[in-house]
């Protein structure tokens, strides 16, 4: 097995991490703080991302503890006056996921970090802080 060291343990570095774990890599996933990143940003995970997930095994329990958006609006964000509105229903039948769904991103990275634990096979190291790195190649 081809080792993977993965940087932070947000919702892109946990995705990350549980994607190369299910393709064969042995992962570390090291996080500065003891939890997850919990500064709220984003919230919307569009189609893509929930194949994404739904393909790594995570998606339903996140499609499950999140509130689907059926509709998603372009807005003046001075006046907000809709400008535009696009149905994701109209893709009902072209794809599983007709619909985006609003969910914090620290739900994203703990639940792949659940999904990681759950396997087994990662290294996660919690409160840790990388300081350096050694180019040398490993033994």
Same mark, same amino acid.
């Given at each position: 097995?081809?080792?993977?060291?993965? +940087? *932070?343990?947000?919702?892109?570095?946990?995705?990350?991490?549980?994607?190369?774990?299910?393709?064969?890599? &042995?992962?570390?996933?090291?996080?500065?703080?003891?939890?997850?990143? $919990?500064?709220?940003? #984003? #919230?919307?995970?569009?189609?893509?991302? +929930?194949?994404?997930?739904?393909?790594?095994?995570?998606?339903?329990?996140? +499609?499950?503890?999140?509130?689907? *958006?059926?509709?998603?609006?372009?807005? $003046?964000? *001075?006046? $907000?006056?809709?400008? #535009?509105?696009?149905?994701?229903?109209?893709?009902?039948?072209?794809?599983?996921?007709?619909?985006?769904?609003?969910? &914090?991103?620290?739900?994203? !990275?703990?639940?792949?970090?659940?999904?990681?634990? !759950? &396997?087994?096979?990662?290294?996660?190291?919690?409160?840790?802080?990388?300081?350096?790195? $050694?180019?040398?190649?490993?033994?």
């Amino acid at each position: 097995m081809t080792p993977v060291c993965v +940087i *932070a343990a947000g919702p892109v570095g946990a995705t990350m991490a549980l994607s190369l774990m299910r393709a064969g890599f &042995e992962v570390s996933l090291i996080e500065r703080t003891p939890t997850p990143p $919990d500064d709220p940003r #984003a #919230a919307t995970l569009q189609l893509p991302t +929930i194949a994404m997930l739904h393909d790594l095994g995570t998606g339903p329990s996140l +499609i499950e503890q999140s509130l689907k *958006a059926p509709l998603f609006q372009f807005r $003046d964000r *001075a006046s $907000d006056v809709v400008l #535009a509105e696009f149905d994701y229903g109209r893709l009902a039948g072209k794809t599983e996921f007709p619909f985006a769904i609003q969910c &914090e991103q620290v739900e994203v !990275a703990c639940t792949n970090l659940a999904a990681l634990r !759950a &396997e087994g096979s990662s290294e996660i190291l919690m409160d840790t802080q990388i300081l350096g790195f $050694d180019r040398s190649p490993m033994a």
